[in-house]
């Protein structure tokens, strides 16, 4: 069975820097993408982005080059860097993993 946990949300000031961790358990990030999504309150949840099997990354286009995916094969974990925030990325942040959902991780952007 997969299962995601993230992780590294908080308070954030508008221009700062967050750093997410999605761990997969029973499932290899290196064999399958990891997509991020997001929820801000009063919206539907919109994809932020994915890194694919293959390491290449992809993102929607409110993004505008501000976040960065890595991973780590060893601890079976993708990293969301997320960085230049601004006051419309709060919200929560999603893993999903082989259709694998974890509980989420709260940001939030606010001076």
């Known amino acids: 069975q997969v299962q995601v946990v993230e992780s590294g949300g908080g308070l954030a000031q508008p221009g700062g820097s967050l750093r997410l961790s999605c761990t997969v358990s029973g499932s290899g990030v290196r064999m399958h993408g990891t997509s991020w999504y997001r929820q801000s309150p009063g919206k539907e949840r919109e994809w932020v982005g994915r890194?694919?099997?293959?390491?290449?990354?992809v993102f929607n286009i409110f993004v505008k080059g501000r976040f960065a995916f890595s991973r780590d094969v060893v601890t079976n974990t993708v990293y969301l860097q997320m960085n230049a925030l601004s006051l419309d990325d709060t919200g929560k942040y999603y893993c999903n993993h082989e259709a694998a959902w974890g509980q989420g991780t709260q940001v939030t952007v606010s001076s």
């Open positions: 890194l694919r099997s293959d390491g290449t990354s």
